[in-house]
């Protein structure tokens, strides 16, 4: 054989090799997705779900009846369309055909029956969700047909439609449900999602893969990762030396840096959470409104967002954010340490006193810090707040009790309204029915604001629910059942060769349509 038809031979047989790689994507980017978040999800069965870690990680697997767009607007989701009846007492539901969970079994109108009801606890009211006020005015849930539900109301409820958008109200497979152990709760979502479950390494990851039968087409991304990092210096690490392809809540002092560097692209999107420290008011030293408002006014906020957040934020105005229905400018507390002392001092407190004060760390931007600043403040007017922390889950389930349980005398938690309905943000967390286990963690009541929120919630005229919430914020507010921090930003940050990345005013980051160039 000749020397050129050996030399042709061999490079032909590299041409076939190289195509033949080619072929099999070994040089094709990896579409393996990697997300790092602060806090790792409590739960991700519907019955126990509270954070939006948990709704970020769940919404990828598990899809809800209407989706609530970026813009807030309510889009279809697995429901196509939805109308009241005349008389506003019940609501037409049409589901999407030809949907399967990720088990194989149908979606219809029989399993959103069977999910709504387990939500509510038709079965065994103790057994509801703990965000079952989202369905409180449900009577009942009826099969039409196998593609449409009825669903009638108690009482007219005007923010329905919000709350079916709710990440927490998702469609799980009711074979799945049915096949968990007495007392044991989904750990595995088998949701209808372009994702489907893979693992849940606890305290380090989540992973889920590619739907290929997904309905709205199968997603880009073979499979999609959350890192749970609580330390925000580690998470911008792995974002620079590409361990993960993105992070949410970059440190304020890091977004300069990262903004500089061509391979990284900084996310600046709005927030419907505001961050606030609640009060245990079966304390006997919170009962006087006078040591609350007291606390009020120790605390600088407009501080706190410069030297912590870069100016990223606004102080607390509210008890819910600008961009909520029903919002109210009512505040913010004026920062004055002379006014805190002289209520304390008029409270019986002229030297102070020492309280128990928790907070997370990682799950919300620079908790600790923040917490370790008004521990400072707090000092200033003879305050001593002794500072405990947990992770995440650990911390819910220590701070989330019934007072008869507490060992807080104060709390650090955040609020989204991510219904963009006052309903939301005020009924869960200070009407006197929403004691833990669920939200009202600060176990406020306050009969004239309970009305009013009952009232709100069967009103279908906007203008008048818009007043009556307005009565209810400045009754909350005067009352002072926690110490109003400040609305929070969202700065997240991405590879730049992440693109499709949806970065929700919710909290949310999604990947749905996601990919990696």
């Known amino acids: 054989m000749s020397g050129m038809r050996i030399k042709m031979i061999v490079i032909a047989m590299i041409l076939v090799l190289a195509s033949l790689l080619f072929a099999q994507g070994a040089f094709a980017v990896s579409q393996d997705m990697v997300i790092a978040i602060g806090a790792e999800p409590e739960n991700l069965d519907p019955l126990k779900m509270m954070s939006a870690p948990a709704a970020t990680i769940a919404e990828h697997m598990v899809e809800t009846l209407i989706y ?53 606890g038709v079965e065994d009211p103790a057994k509801a969700a703990i965000f079952s006020f989202l369905l409180g005015e449900v009577s009942s849930v009826e099969v039409v047909d196998e593609y449409t539900i009825q669903v009638h109301l108690k009482k007219p409820f005007a923010p329905i439609a919000s709350h079916l958008s709710h990440s927490f109200i998702g469609m799980h497979s009711p074979a799945s449900l049915e096949a968990l152990p007495e007392g044991e709760f989904a750990q595995a979502p088998v949701g209808t999602g372009p994702f489907k479950f893979v693992s849940w390494d606890r305290g380090e990851q989540i992973t889920m893969r590619r739907n290929e039968d997904y309905w ?209 943000g005020l009924y869960a967390l200070f009407h006197s029915s929403q004691w833990p286990p669920r939200n009202n963690v600060s176990y406020y009541a306050n009969a004239e604001v309970d009305a009013l929120l009952d009232e709100a919630r069967i009103t279908p005229d906007r203008g008048v629910r818009e007043q009556l919430y307005a009565q209810a914020i400045e009754l909350i507010w005067n009352d002072a059942p926690w110490l109003f921090l400040y609305n929070e930003g969202q700065v997240n940050a991405v590879r730049s060769n992440v693109k499709g990345l949806i970065h929700h005013p919710l909290e949310n980051i999604l990947a749905w349509d996601a990919w990696i160039e």
């Open 216 to 424: 709205d087409g199968a997603p880009k991304l073979d499979t999609v990762t959350f890192k749970f990092v609580p330390e925000a210096g580690s998470r911008v690490i792995m974002l620079e030396t590409g361990e993960v392809h993105a992070i949410m809540a970059v440190p304020p002092t890091d977004i300069v840096r990262l903004d500089e560097d061509p391979d990284i692209d900084i996310v600046r999107q709005t927030s419907v959470r505001l961050i606030y420290i609640g009060f245990n008011l079966e304390r006997e030293i919170f009962q006087d409104v006078r040591v609350r408002r007291a606390i009020n006014h120790a605390v600088n906020k407009d501080v706190l967002i410069e030297a912590i957040f870069q100016g990223v934020g606004e102080p607390s105005s509210a008890p819910i954010v600008p961009v909520i229905f029903g919002y109210h400018t009512v505040g913010p507390y004026e920062y004055d340490p002379e006014k805190a002392r002289a209520l304390l001092a008029e409270a019986g407190y002229p030297d102070g006193f020492e309280i128990e004060l928790f907070h997370p760390t990682g799950r919300y931007p620079q908790d600790a810090t923040v917490t370790e600043a008004v521990q400072a403040m707090l000092q200033e007017v003879g305050i001593t707040a002794r500072l405990t922390t947990y992770d995440w889950g650990t911390y819910l389930a220590t701070v989330i009790v019934p007072p008869e349980q507490a060992e807080h005398d104060m709390y650090m938690l955040g609020w989204g309204t991510v219904t963009l309905d006052a309903d939301y």
């Open 68 to 120: 609530l767009d970026v813009d807030g607007t309510l889009q279809p989701a697995l429901a196509v369309s939805w109308e009241p009846a005349e008389d506003d007492m019940s609501w037409l539901i049409n589901l999407r055909e030809g949907v399967r969970f990720h088990d194989g079994t149908p979606f219809n109108a029989e399993a959103v029956k069977y999910n709504l009801d387990r939500f509510m």
